[in-house]
């Protein structure tokens, strides 16, 4: 199974080095879907024999990326990531991911744990105004608030934006941290416009390698009504 040339296009990600390999899938929620994605070589894992379809191709279609991103780096094995604690993928000794996926589009980033320490993507339906209401106070805090404002920006599309960031954030320090933690634990303290980035703070000490007060640059970019955020260190 190939990805078609066309398939990628569509897909503004945040800039990125050249060392960053990208792989992106168009999907449908269906179980033709689900069989192409299988016949390319994908297994799923026993723990979603029952899922719901939704999640079986969801997940198939990330892995797809993820081995895609990863033959660009140069790693050539065609078994299926697995999934480790949390949830977490397990990239191959050597090599550091991330994969995103939702409303049809599937996303994977990969690179060489030699030449950097994080990598977490994410890709976001924006938010209307409505739907972001209830949601603001539980991802991010009146100051964070008020950066957006500042900007000029929507509630729904500020609050898009940072939650992407945060999710970001999380995939890249989840080898660091290896665990859950808040959206409340890390907080935008600048926003970059014209660089399509923003900075985000730890407001917690999560690790003895992720302490209160370290700073997060992440690249963000916005296409067809989405948002994609980067954070790389």
């Given at each position: 199974?190939?990805?078609?040339?066309?398939?990628?296009?569509?897909?503004v990600l945040p800039e990125m080095p050249e060392s960053i390999f990208r792989a992106g899938l168009r999907y449908s929620v269906d179980?033709?879907?689900?069989?192409?994605?299988?016949?390319?070589?994908?297994?799923?894992?026993d723990t979603l024999a029952r899922a719901v379809l939704k999640r079986q191709v969801e997940f198939a279609a990330g892995r797809f990326c993820a081995r895609e991103a990863l033959q660009k780096l140069g790693h050539h094995g065609a078994a299926t990531l697995a999934i480790g604690q949390h949830r977490?993928?397990?990239?191959?000794?050597?090599?550091?991911?991330?994969?995103?996926?939702?409303?049809?589009?599937?996303?994977?980033?990969?690179t060489s744990s030699r030449e950097w320490r994080g990598l977490g993507i994410d890709i976001e339906r924006m938010l209307?105004?409505?739907?972001?209401?209830p949601l603001h106070e539980h991802l991010m805090k009146a100051p964070e608030l008020a950066v957006g404002e500042a900007a000029g920006l929507s509630l729904g599309d500020w609050l898009s934006l940072v939650f992407s960031a945060k999710?970001?954030?999380?995939?890249?320090?989840?080898?660091?941290?290896?665990?859950?933690?808040?959206?409340?634990?890390?907080?935008v303290c600048e926003l970059q416009e014209q660089q399509s980035s923003l900075t985000l703070r730890l407001a917690a000490t999560l690790s003895p390698s992720c302490v209160k007060g370290s700073l997060y640059s992440i690249g963000y970019s916005y296409f067809s009504g989405n948002v994609a955020t980067l954070c790389l260190f």
């Open positions: 199974m190939q990805i078609p040339a066309d398939d990628l296009t569509e897909i179980a033709g879907q689900l069989d192409r994605l299988r016949a390319s070589g994908i297994v799923l894992p977490a993928p397990l990239w191959p000794a050597g090599s550091l991911g991330s994969i995103s996926h939702g409303d049809g589009l599937a996303i994977a980033v990969a209307t105004n409505e739907a972001a209401q999710e970001s954030l999380f995939k890249a320090l989840y080898p660091f941290v290896g665990r859950y933690f808040d959206f409340l634990d890390a907080e």
